[in-house]
């Protein structure tokens, strides 16, 4: 059974730093795509970044030079670095993987994170 458990969100003002972790098992994160999606009070759930098997990386052009996305093999673990952090960055940010599959198809429980003005 793939269990993905984010950690890591918080709180902090803006133009700070977070670092999301997101372990994995019943998965190995090198053996398929994942990513990072958040969603806001009252809004959709957005993507934020994907990580392909290959190396390859795509970010949210609204996250895009502010967020990287990387794996720990080793630590089966998917990272999301988030830099100079905006107060609509503020979501409940959730971990994917395509499990068997090109799409994303298990997910985490999320973690909180809130930047103040």
């Known amino acids: 059974q793939v269990q993905l458990v984010e950690s890591g969100g918080g709180s902090v003002q803006a133009g700070g730093s977070l670092r999301l972790s997101c372990a994995a098992s019943g998965y190995t994160v090198s053996s398929g795509c994942m990513g990072w999606f958040r969603q806001a009070p009252e809004k959709e759930r957005e993507w934020v970044a994907t990580?392909?098997?290959?190396?390859?990386?795509a970010y949210a052009d609204s996250v895009k030079g502010r967020f990287t996305v990387s794996r720990d093999i080793a630590k089966n673990t998917l990272f999301l670095q988030m830099n100079s952090l905006k107060p609509e960055d503020t979501a409940m940010y959730y971990c994917?993987?395509?499990?068997?599959?090109?799409?994303?198809?298990?997910w985490g429980q999320g973690t909180q994170v809130t930047v103040s003005s």
């Open positions: 990580a392909a098997t290959n190396g390859y990386t």
């Open positions: 994917a993987a395509c499990v068997s599959s090109n799409r994303f198809n298990s």
